[in-house]
């Protein structure tokens, strides 16, 4: 791989990682949410300061350019997480579903009560 | 026998009182529960002025979650039927005590009411009338039962689908996903015939722009209802 490249690559990845933990810090994101970013960060950042670990693995699995690896790896962690986050807007629909029809029933409850 | 209409409103300002009164006096020994899903218009105003029995939800749901709402009231207050009755003034409540009959008469667990056995009455749209076919067909081929009329709001059951709907009820286009999943569970399900009104006030929840989603997800839903 190209040394221009990977110094890119790093540098983006190096950043990336800074913003979620600063994220963290001011509370932005949740830890338990904002981990899966961090370890994206770090997995890539790895793949691209040793390259022949990527470049053994893409022989491997018969990427002709280890940037492929690269690329392909990025694109699916990022679709997982972005599945895993659609699963959990499902949830919180359904619990905020709940909650409402809860609350909606309880309010008719005590107005009936104090009806004349 | 205690008997519950759920009235879903949305934006109903020009039909709610219209509709309460056809119960009050068409159907008199129904209660009703007029469930408000956080009409932008005066719906709330109009129900509380008149001291009608409501329910208020504090942020829409769409239709799927406030009819559920009405079949968690129907189990909580204990009732033995609950029929959907749309509150846009488009069903007649003079049909309910023919519905109940067959219901109690027949043991059956769900009736409804179809606007295609006599094809009396309105009709809906062409486009919509295929879409109810289609529809037909889909549920004929999940289920191996004919309901003529799918999509059709007016719909009476017993405290079984009471208590099943109370917990799973789908979120929106509801009515063709519900109906499959309580035939797929063995529950007894006849249509008889109503005649049903065109809107007078207000617009209907499904615009020609949602109409692709509205059969794309409708699909799905009968399939996986299908296979449960
Ligand atoms: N709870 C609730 N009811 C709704 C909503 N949208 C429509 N409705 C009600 O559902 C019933 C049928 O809706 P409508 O739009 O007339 O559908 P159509 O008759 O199939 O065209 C009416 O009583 C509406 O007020 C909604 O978002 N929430
Ligand atoms: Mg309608």
Partial sequence: ?116 | MKKLAIIPAYNEQGSILKTVNDLKQNAPDFDYIIINDCSTDDTQRICEENNLHVVNLPVNLGIGGGVQTGYQYAKTHDYDIAVQFDGDGQHNAKFLDAMVQKLVNEELDMVIGSRYIEKKGFQSSGLRRLGIRYFSWLIRRVTGQTITDPTSGMRICNRDVIDIYANDYPRDYPEPESVTSILKAGKKVREMPVEMNERSAGVSSISPRKSIYYMVKVSLAVLMAGKR
């Avoid at chain 1, 899966?36 to 022989?59: N, R």
Wanted: hydrophobic share 60%; charged share 20%.
């Fill in chain 1, 1 to 116: 791989m190209d040394l221009r490249m990977r110094v890119f690559i790093g540098i983006i990845m190096a950043l990336a990682f800074l913003y979620v933990c600063t994220a963290i810090k001011r509370r932005v994101i949740d830890i338990r949410h904002a981990l899966v970013w961090l370890v994206v960060c770090i997995l890539l950042l790895i793949l691209d300061i040793f390259p022949a670990l990527l470049e053994g693995i893409s022989k491997l699995l018969g990427f002709a350019l280890p940037v492929n690896m690269l690329f392909f790896l990025g694109f699916l962690l990022a679709i997982v997480i972005i599945f895993g986050l659609s699963a959990k807007v499902s949830k919180l629909n359904e619990q905020v579903k709940q909650m409402t029809q809860d609350l909606a029933l309880l309010k008719n409850e005590l107005e009936e009560k104090t009806k004349p």
